[in-house]
């Protein structure tokens, strides 16, 4: 019986979680540092939640996306590879376009889908990003903005839900925010 049970459970939904970086030019030196460190932070929360399954995508961007890994189990060797490959291999140029990743995100988000979006950036988008913001918007369940560096514009952040900072950020802040999406 208790296997009919285990059976007839419905299994959550897995969460999309999508991992913007920002790799312009305003993001040279320990802004950058910081932002790397961030994203370990959150690649080790991902790797100690045992909630609902995770599915994870990295998109790094500037003045236009320059990559994407494509959507996997967050916790997987793959998805952490790739993820790694883009951040050591990454260095900060061009302009902030948070617009255009936001629209390629919005193309690749799945219909339907309990979506997270963590930012991380020091906020100095330069184009259109607010429009671009306001079509993914109603898509996401959350969205979290990772303040990367001492000048970071948390004025520009503050349009995500939560605004972290890099120096505050541990596991247990971003296993406790995951806990909470519902």
Same mark, same amino acid.
């Given at each position: 019986?208790?296997?009919?049970?285990?059976?007839?459970?419905?299994?959550?939904?897995?969460?999309?979680?999508? #991992? +913007?970086?920002?790799?312009?030019?305003?993001?040279?030196?320990?802004?950058?540092? !910081? &932002? %790397? =460190?961030?994203?370990?932070? @959150?690649?080790?929360?991902?790797?100690?939640?045992?909630?609902?399954?995770?599915?994870?995508?990295?998109?790094?961007?500037?003045?236009?996306?320059?990559?994407?890994?494509?959507?996997?189990?967050?916790?997987?060797?793959?998805?952490?590879?790739?993820?790694?490959? #883009? +951040?050591?291999?990454?260095?900060?140029?061009?302009?902030?376009?948070?617009?255009? !990743? &936001? %629209? =390629?995100?919005?193309?690749? @988000?799945?219909?339907?889908?309990?979506?997270?979006?963590?930012?991380?950036?020091?906020?100095?988008?330069?184009?259109?990003?607010?429009?671009?913001?306001?079509?993914?918007?109603?898509?996401?369940?959350?969205?979290?903005?990772?303040?990367?560096?001492?000048?970071?514009?948390?004025?520009?952040?503050?349009?995500?839900?939560?605004?972290?900072?890099?120096?505050? &950020?541990?596991?247990?802040?971003?296993?406790?925010?995951?806990?909470?999406?519902?």
């Amino acid at each position: 019986m208790s296997q009919l049970r285990r059976a007839m459970t419905p299994i959550a939904e897995p969460l999309c979680a999508y #991992i +913007l970086v920002d790799c312009s030019a305003s993001m040279s030196g320990a802004p950058f540092e !910081a &932002l %790397r =460190q961030g994203v370990q932070v @959150l690649l080790n929360a991902f790797e100690r939640y045992n909630g609902r399954a995770v599915q994870a995508a990295l998109l790094a961007f500037e003045s236009a996306p320059i990559l994407m890994t494509p959507l996997q189990a967050a916790h997987s060797e793959a998805f952490i590879a790739d993820a790694n490959q #883009i +951040l050591a291999t990454s260095e900060p140029a061009g302009a902030s376009n948070l617009g255009k !990743a &936001l %629209r =390629q995100l919005a193309a690749a @988000l799945p219909e339907g889908a309990m979506t997270a979006l963590y930012l991380f950036s020091d906020g100095g988008f330069t184009d259109d990003w607010q429009s671009a913001l306001a079509q993914v918007r109603p898509r996401l369940k959350c969205f979290y903005a990772v303040a990367c560096g001492l000048s970071a514009d948390r004025e520009a952040l503050s349009a995500a839900d939560q605004v972290l900072s890099v120096d505050g &950020l541990t596991a247990d802040t971003l296993l406790t925010a995951l806990r909470a999406i519902k």
